[in-house]
């Protein structure tokens, strides 16, 4: 794990490799700072540290097709770490010992 993510602070989800999982972890890369992503082959495992989050609009843009929030997010994710909020706009994954962020709007 890098300097920038500790395992008691990492949040995020664990994604399956296809063509849309890959587009949400570069969303997620492109929103936030300091995120590990770990490409177990199979499945893709995003470290972000204490929030994670994810616009759907960016999703569409990486994926460059449409995507429903909520819905596609959860079909192609396995699991995640800490807490998580979804709605049409996005997704946000946070750590208990933090307040609740705001979704993506």
């Not at 570069?26 to 590990?36: L, M, R």
């Not at 946000?92 to 705001?102: D, G, L, T």
Request: aromatic fraction near 6%; include cysteine; proline fraction near 8%.
């Amino acid at each position: 794990m890098s300097p920038a993510t500790h395992v008691d602070d990492a949040v995020g989800p664990v994604l399956q490799a296809t063509p849309l999982g890959r587009a949400i972890v570069a969303a997620i890369e492109a929103n936030n700072d300091k995120v590990e992503v770990q490409d177990e082959g199979a499945y893709l495992r995003v470290l972000g540290r204490r929030v994670c989050l994810v616009s759907s609009d960016e999703v569409e843009a990486q994926f460059g097709q449409p995507v429903q929030f909520p819905g596609d997010l959860e079909v192609n994710m396995s699991s995640f770490a800490g807490l998580m909020s979804v709605s049409e706009t996005g997704a946000v994954w946070w750590r208990s010992s933090e307040p609740r962020p705001e979704l993506p709007s």
